[in-house]
């Protein structure tokens, strides 16, 4: 096992340098998301409850946006970093995490977001994934990287405290946090 880093010497489209060993002992592979990895993640989207939906999009959301998906795998790795973490399936991969960071428009802060399949929650990918995500941004010179939380997502915020995150209460909705981390420079 390799640690989950991203290997600057590769091509971002051709993935992250490792597999990682989770705490129940099972093996995910982290790697850069590309455009090709469209269906999987349309299928990882049909496989979340509809909570889970709730709180990773912070409202109802019974479809995905198709185009936003699409402009979003386009944008990386100009425009953000995107991290998906796979397992073997029958067809292939399935996808069963995955984290982005959007950059700015002045390119030195980025936001991110998150989603951990249920099967996988309390194993330590989603740790994994924010520490993989937050030493890219920090490689590609983001100064700061925040996120916005529903104050019920209470694992998530207790990861990012965990990870050095402060979270603040948004001035402008009661029910949202916000998370940020400096990040250097």
């Given at each position: ?33 590309c ?18 939906r ?11 946006n ?58 330590g990918?989603a ?59």
């Open positions: 096992m390799i640690d989950a880093a991203f290997d600057s010497n590769h091509d971002p489209a051709s993935g992250m340098a490792g597999d990682i060993r989770l705490r129940d002992g099972r093996v995910v592979h982290l790697r850069a998301s455009p090709a990895d469209e269906a999987e993640l349309l299928q990882a989207f049909e496989r979340m409850s509809n909570e889970a709730y709180m990773r999009f912070m409202h109802a959301v019974r479809e995905p198709l185009d936003r998906l699409r402009h979003t795998l386009a944008s990386f790795p100009e425009c953000g970093i995107g991290i998906v973490a796979t397992v073997p399936a029958a067809d292939g991969i399935d996808i069963v995490g995955s984290a982005i960071a959007v950059f700015g428009s002045d390119r030195t802060a980025c936001e991110f977001a998150i989603t951990v399949a249920a099967s996988f929650s309390g194993a990918l740790t994994a994934l924010m520490t993989a995500l937050i030493d890219e941004a920090k490689r590609r010179g983001m100064r700061e990287m925040e996120g916005f939380v529903l104050s019920e997502n209470q694992p998530m915020l207790r990861l990012a405290r965990r990870l050095g995150f402060g979270v603040k209460a948004d001035p402008d909705d009661a029910t949202v946090r916000i998370c940020r981390m400096r990040l250097g420079g």
